[in-house]
Nanobody, 122 residues
Framework: QVQLVESGGGLVQPGGSLRLSCAAS????????MAWYRQAPGLQRELVAS???????WHGLPVKGRFTISRDDAGNTVHLQMNSLKSEDTAIYYC????????????????WGQGTQVTVSS
């Protein structure tokens, strides 16, 4: 009933930029937290950045000053602007959102996108 679709991944040279987007569709009543995770080969999935509907924003130390998370609540969309990319940023990037679908039973469920590959290489 709810689907998250990511876009914007690809191959970029070190020092380059990419902008990831994630749009939610379906039976959505409200969205609280929006976040981006990434997982590199052989490593655990890690939180990259998050944003709450109350305006609280957090960026992980490895990406602070280079990545910026932003959200468009009217469009149920979250973006991740990635600048000054490094080879160690290479990973599959996943978006996740805490979504309430039923206002009568306001349970928030975490939905995930399918992932988009980001490769930083010369």
């Amino acid at each position: 009933q709810v689907q998250l679709v990511e876009s914007g991944g690809g191959l970029v040279q070190p020092g380059g930029s990419l902008r990831l987007s994630c749009a939610a569709s379906g039976n959505i009543f409200s969205i609280n937290n929006m976040a981006w995770y990434r997982q590199a080969p052989g490593l655990q999935r890690e939180l990259v950045a998050s944003s709450t509907k109350f305006g609280e924003i957090w960026h992980g130390l490895p990406v602070k000053g280079r990545f910026t998370i932003s959200r468009d609540d009217a469009g149920n969309t979250v973006h991740l602007q990635m600048n000054s990319l490094k080879s160690e940023d290479t990973a599959i990037y996943y978006c996740t959102m805490g979504i309430v679908t039923d206002p009568v039973v306001p349970y928030e469920y975490d939905y995930w996108g399918q992932g988009t590959q980001v490769t930083v290489s010369s």
